[in-house]
């Protein structure tokens, strides 16, 4: 079992950077797969980003490719998602995800590949 808790969300303007944390606890984090996801009310849970246990291997969605990048720091149990270039599209609350194992490709997308998730934490992106 691992526990995760994101943080960082909040209200920005168009343009603005945010990074947000994943901290985990409970198990060896570096076995983990972890994942960001975003979800609005009403709309189904998306993919946004996905890292190995080892970082070796990142897989983005094609909207956010080039504005935000994960990264993992498996000695403070901890991810990141720093997001640069803002828009309102990207609001939404942020969850991130953890799997034990190996990333597969083809599974990435899915939030119900996914064993672990926090509780999110709010972005808004307005003028």
């Known amino acids: 079992q691992v526990q995760l808790v994101e943080s960082g969300g909040g209200t920005v303007q168009p343009g603005a950077s945010l990074r947000l944390s994943c901290i985990a606890s409970?198990?060896?984090?570096?076995?983990?797969?972890m994942a960001w996801f975003r979800q609005v009310p009403g709309k189904e849970r998306e993919f946004v980003v996905a890292?190995?246990?080892?970082?070796?291997?990142?897989y983005y969605a094609n909207s956010v490719k080039g504005r935000f990048t994960i990264s993992r720091d498996n000695a403070k149990n901890t991810m990141y998602l720093q997001m640069n270039r803002l828009k309102p599209e990207d609001t939404a609350l942020y969850y991130c995800?953890?799997?034990?194992?190996?990333?597969?490709?083809?599974?990435?997308?899915?939030?119900?590949?996914?064993?672990?998730w926090g509780q999110g934490t709010q972005v808004t992106v307005s003028s």
């Open positions: 995800a953890a799997r034990p194992g190996w990333l597969v490709q083809s599974q990435i997308p899915y939030s119900k590949w996914y064993d672990f």
């Open positions: 890292i190995s246990w080892s970082d070796s291997r990142k």
């Open positions: 409970g198990r060896t984090f570096n076995n983990y797969a």
